[in-house]
C-alpha cells in the first residue's frame, strides 16, 4: 500500500491520482459549488413556478429561468458578498491584528513589510514568480493581485446585481401595474440595498468570529486552526 503521508509517496502515484491529491481542496469545493448551483436552479424553478401558478402566470423551463434575471440577480448577490468579504479581510490584515488568531499576523509586522521578508525585488529567489523578481510596476501590481482581483469580482457581481435586479424588480411591478424605476433609480431603491446589506452582515459576522473563535478553539489538523496545544496568545501559526 502507498503512504500518501509520506513526502515522497506522490512520485509513486499515477499522475492522475497526485493531480487529485495535490489539488483536491479546489477540486473539492468547485463539484460542491456547482453541486449547490444546480441545485439552486431547479429549486428556484419550482419555487418560481409555484408562484406563477398562483398567480395565474405561466410555467417556464429550467434553461428559461437560469437565463432570467430573476437566476441572475440571485446568484449575482450571493457572489459580491462573498468577494467583498475576501477583499476587505485581505486588506484589512495588511494593517489589523487579532492577538492569538492564526487568522491574523503579530503585531510588530503591521504594515506591508519589507521587501526582504517578502522576498521581492534583489531578495527574491530563483523559486520566486518572475514578476516579483522584476520589480518596477509589476511587482507593485503583483504584490497586491490577489486583493486587487478579489475587488474587480466584487465590483463585476455587484453590477451584475444592479442590472439583473433592477429587470427583475421592474418585470414585478409591471405585472402589479405599478411605477418601474431606472437604473439610476434602483440603485438607490430599498430593494438593491436589502438584498447587499442582508447578505454583508451575515459576511462581516463570520470573518469576525472566525477571527476570534480561532484565538480560543481548535481543529486538530486544519491549517486554519492553531495547533491544538499552541497557547491562546500564540499569534500567526496553523495546525
Do not use: C
Not at 218 to 232: C, F, I, L, M, Y
Amino acid at each position: 500500500m502507498v503512504d500518501i503521508a509520506r513526502p515522497d509517496a506522490g512520485e509513486q502515484l499515477p499522475h492522475w491520482k497526485r493531480f487529485v491529491r495535490d489539488n483536491g481542496l479546489g477540486l473539492a469545493f468547485g463539484l460542491l459549488f456547482l453541486l449547490a448551483l444546480t441545485g439552486q436552479a431547479f429549486a428556484g424553478l419550482a419555487a418560481f413556478n409555484h408562484e406563477q401558478l398562483i398567480n395565474g402566470g405561466e410555467r417556464i423551463g429550467l434553461f428559461d429561468f437560469v437565463t432570467s434575471a430573476e437566476f441572475a440577480v440571485d446568484v449575482a448577490e450571493n457572489w459580491q458578498s462573498e468577494y467583498l468579504q475576501f477583499f476587505l479581510y485581505i486588506f484589512a490584515t495588511v494593517w489589523l491584528v487579532q492577538r492569538g488568531s492564526p487568522e491574523s499576523k503579530p503585531a510588530h509586522r503591521i504594515g506591508p513589510e519589507s521587501d526582504r521578508d517578502q522576498r521581492v525585488g534583489s531578495h527574491a529567489t530563483e523559486d520566486s514568480p518572475a514578476w516579483a523578481r522584476a520589480g518596477g510596476w509589476r511587482t507593485t501590481v503583483f504584490s497586491r493581485s490577489l486583493g486587487l482581483i478579489m475587488l474587480a469580482i466584487f465590483l463585476l457581481s455587484l453590477l451584475t446585481q444592479a442590472v439583473a435586479g433592477q429587470v427583475a424588480f421592474n418585470a414585478e411591478q409591471l405585472s402589479e401595474g405599478a411605477h418601474t424605476l431606472s437604473f439610476g433609480e434602483y440603485v438607490v431603491s430599498a430593494d438593491f440595498w436589502n438584498r447587499a446589506l442582508q447578505n454583508w452582515q451575515s459576511e462581516f459576522l463570520a470573518i469576525g468570529s472566525m477571527a476570534v473563535l480561532s484565538v480560543y478553539l481548535r481543529q486538530r489538523g486544519s491549517p486554519e486552526s492553531k495547533p491544538v496545544g499552541a497557547p491562546h496568545h500564540e499569534t500567526d501559526v496553523s495546525g
